[in-house]
């Protein structure tokens, strides 16, 4: 089942320029970015996506088992 996108904005104006551009880098599964900016709305876009793309190969290396994992106890 997929899941619809969905984009909030907290203190940015919402424009379908805006929203066409995070629509393109999306990657169709979900994450969940929280940046705060008092800068250009791309800045902080570039920002967020830098930011997801980490988390997302941080994911792909633990899968990968090349992250140990820290055994609490």
Same mark, same amino acid.
């Given at each position: 089942m997929l899941t619809p996108l969905q984009i909030s904005l907290h203190g940015i104006a919402p424009s379908d320029a805006l929203h066409r551009a995070i629509r393109e880098k999306v990657p169709g599964s979900e994450i969940a970015v929280t940046r705060e900016h008092d800068e250009d709305v791309q800045v902080?876009?570039? !920002?967020?996506? !830098?930011?997801?793309?980490?988390q997302?190969?941080?994911?792909?290396?633990?899968?990968?088992?090349d992250v140990k994992r820290h055994v609490s106890g």
């Open positions: 902080a876009l570039r !920002d967020a996506f !830098d930011a997801a793309r980490r997302l190969e941080d994911y792909a290396r633990e899968k990968r088992g």
